[in-house]
């Protein structure tokens, strides 16, 4: 009787948690798969073969994206200290984005030298839609009082991807 007790709680909270760390492991992995694609172009000394992992991360990122829209739309609306923890993931992921776009941009002439540029241009394009979409996903459930908050959170996200579109359009 007592453990029946004890365990019924954390089968209340259980939802809870189950939701918040759905949409941050997603956020987390997108986090993490971005700077495996900025490490990658960063590493990367303009030859054809080293554009092989920048398109394998490439296509993981866009994947893990999908994944993570997939995530959020599954989810109940979170509550404020689920939002927290999606904003505090989101951060971490705003700069990842922000130092990846950045290398890209750096090595535009490697990809012009390789002809690839208007292959990085439809890429970005890709990449932002998904993002557009998560991102959209995600503020959907975040309280409606903390929505505006929540879009100013996405906002240097999508500006970089602006600018690397602007950089790399032919």
Request: proline content about 5%; cysteine-free.
């Amino acid at each position: 009787m007592k453990l029946t007790a004890l365990l019924l709680p954390l089968t209340l909270v259980g939802p809870a948690l189950a939701t918040t760390n759905a949409i941050v492991g997603a956020l987390t992995t997108v986090d993490q798969t971005t700077i495996k694609l900025g490490k990658a172009v960063t590493k990367w000394k303009g030859d054809i073969f080293g554009t092989l992992p920048i398109i394998t991360e490439s296509t993981t990122l866009l994947v893990q994206v999908k994944k993570g829209t997939k995530a959020a739309e599954d989810s109940p609306a979170l509550d404020f200290q689920q939002t927290i923890d999606v904003a505090t993931a989101t951060n971490k992921l705003v700069v990842s984005v922000n130092t990846t776009l950045s290398a890209l941009i750096t090595s535009k002439r490697k990809f012009d030298k390789l002809l690839m540029s208007p292959l990085i241009f439809v890429n970005l394009g890709l990449q932002k839609h998904a993002t557009s979409e998560m991102s959209a996903a995600i503020i959907a459930k975040v309280p409606k009082e903390l929505q505006e908050l929540a879009k100013g959170l996405v906002a240097p996200i999508d500006a970089s991807f602006e600018k690397a579109i602007d950089v790399f359009h032919p």
